[in-house]
């Protein structure tokens, strides 16, 4: 990764309550006893809020001193059913924070996530506070892995509704298997390239003009302007390859690769924010975009996880692992692929299974109190693998896996008698 050469890249990870810094780093390859990505981080303390702005839909406001000449750096964090933003400085400590939920536009009988992210995108640079905003150098954004944008190059309107996430296409599965080398990361149906080879086999008269786009481009390029430009961490599921830092033969033969965006690596910056953007914000004329990265690497970066071996895992809608490698390790069967991460790898993967699906059984206030009664060091006597639906993707490559959810399935009589005791 990497980032300005005169300042240090700030990217942040509200949802678990971190912030990272990505310091100038040294020449690619080189090993040191503090990795150039090591983050500056602050654990954010709900007892240190004091010191703290918290701009989240009209929540209350405090700050800490700001030093003459200090400059803040603000984050994005684009999840499943929210976004968060904290603007920190060099130090790591959090000057401001907020989240907004996704609004909820139904186009027909879809969500319109095009709408809703871009609404959640200025509704967060709306409560970035106002005094706050001459201070920010750079600013950017992580996203979901492999939720793709298929848009016109020429005017950036999507030309079909987003690929989320954990959205299968079973049907190009067997094109793409045909053209990349067995078990590579795209051999899946969740896959970026599955989804960019679903849309080009079906009925599109605007092929010649498409571009494609990640999330977290596509809110990026809001910003700046520039089209067509991604990082290799998002890029990895389109089938770039990160260790020679370019597309593969075999992918940049096909005729649909006329779509591919452009890699930079992470933390690269892309250039000044529009000039509408800026003047209606109060951004200064020197704050930057930078190109982003997915939310598990984020989460994995403010983690401070820094020694070969460590791994984290983040739990939110879903849940992903990130384990930090000296090997680059690949195979879709299990749903198992490596991010670069300078000299190293980050390999994991990433479930359907998650909070997400607890949502669909209990209420929030439900999950609270009967969270309290849980005794983590009694084994449970049940045997669940929750999911939202069927299929998974991690640690089994699967479409077809169907949730174990028995207790909600076939004991909805005691769920009702526990719901009665609370």
Avoid at 94 to 108: D, L, T, W
Avoid at 314 to 332: F, H, N, P, Q, Y
Wanted: charged share 20%; aromatic share 10%.
């Amino acid at each position: 990764m990497a980032s300005l050469s005169s300042m240090s890249i700030t990217i942040s990870h509200p949802r678990l309550g971190f912030s990272f810094v990505l310091s100038p780093s040294p020449n690619p390859g080189s090993v040191s006893s503090s990795p150039w990505w090591f983050p500056k981080t602050k654990l954010h303390n709900p007892s240190r809020s004091r010191t703290m702005v918290f701009a989240s839909n009209g929540g209350s406001q405090r700050e800490i001193g700001l030093k003459e000449g200090n400059r803040l750096y603000l984050g994005m964090d684009f999840g499943t059913s929210g976004a968060r933003f904290a603007l920190i400085d060099n130090e790591g400590d959090i000057h401001a924070e907020g989240k907004r939920e996704y609004p909820r536009v139904m186009s027909g009988e879809t969500m319109d996530w095009v709408w809703s992210w871009k609404t959640t995108l200025f509704s967060l640079l709306e409560d970035v506070p106002v005094h706050l905003r001459p201070l920010v150098a750079s600013i950017s954004i992580d996203g979901t892995s492999a939720t793709t944008i298929i848009l016109d190059g020429n005017t950036g309107e999507p030309l079909c509704r987003p690929f989320l996430y954990n959205e299968s296409c079973p049907d190009a599965l067997p094109i793409v298997k045909s053209i990349a080398p067995a078990n590579h990361t795209v051999c899946s149906g969740s896959s970026t390239l599955c989804k960019l080879v679903s849309w080009w086999y079906t009925d599109n008269p605007k092929k010649s003009s498409a571009q494609l786009l990640h999330q977290s481009d596509w809110l990026l390029w809001l910003l700046h302007g520039k089209l067509g430009l991604t990082d290799y961490n998002n890029a990895l599921k389109v089938g770039y390859d990160p260790e020679v830092d370019s597309y593969p033969p075999w992918l940049l033969s096909q005729p649909y690769s006329q779509l591919l965006p452009s890699v930079k690596a992470p933390g690269t910056s892309i250039g000044s924010l529009k000039e509408d953007i800026r003047a209606q914000f109060g951004f200064s004329e020197e704050c930057v975009v930078c190109t982003g990265t997915t939310d598990s690497i984020a989460a994995f970066l403010a983690a401070r996880a820094t020694q070969t071996g460590k791994a984290v895992t983040s739990l939110g809608s879903t849940l992903a692992i990130k384990l930090l490698s000296t090997i680059r390790i690949e195979d879709a069967r299990y749903g198992v692929y490596s991010h670069r991460l300078d000299d190293k790898w980050l390999v994991g993967g990433a479930s359907n299974t998650g909070g997400a699906v607890l949502r669909q059984i209990f209420t929030d206030e439900q999950l609270e109190k009967l969270s309290e009664k849980i005794n983590p060091m009694d084994v449970s006597p049940f045997d669940y693998y929750p999911l939202q639906s069927v299929g998974e993707r991690f640690p089994v490559q699967d479409p077809k896996m169907v949730p174990s959810i028995i207790f909600y399935r076939m004991q909805t009589s005691r769920l009702a008698r526990v719901h009665e005791q609370l």
